[in-house]
């Protein structure tokens, strides 16, 4: 199983960025698929998470109304786009998979695979 996370930058605020996650050796119709992210010093924190079969969505509320998870199964992907980006979102972001077909895990400690991680740096 692998996960590949890719699309960070730099990004004016205000600005937009996808990242992407590709999962690799894994069905994503039954993983749930999360995105977190650490800043400096700060602890990992969930961003947004998706159910296994695309129904259930989960948004940390600093990113709700600003970011969009999605999962495209035919390519076995998970987006998240990432709009009106503040100075607070810079981070590295990481994607995590996790067996189970009918929830979104929220703990960190729940996710069985990870990927590399995109750097994000939202900055004038």
């Known amino acids: 199983v692998q996960l590949q996370a890719s699309g960070g930058g730099l990004v004016q605020p205000g600005g937009s960025l996808t990242l992407s996650c590709a999962t690799q050796g894994l069905s994503s119709s039954i993983y749930a698929i999360a995105w977190f992210r650490q800043a400096p010093g700060k602890e990992r924190e969930m961003v947004s998470g998706?159910?296994?079969?695309?129904?259930?969505?989960y948004y940390a509320d600093s990113v709700k109304d600003r970011f969009t998870i999605s999962k495209n199964f035919a390519e076995n992907t998970v987006d998240l786009q990432m709009n009106s980006l503040k100075p607070e979102d810079t981070a590295v972001y990481y994607c995590a998979a996790r067996l189970n077909l009918f929830t979104i895990p929220l703990m960190s400690r729940e996710y069985d695979h990870w990927g590399q991680g995109t750097l994000v740096t939202v900055s004038s």
């Open positions: 998706i159910s296994a079969r695309g129904g259930q969505t």
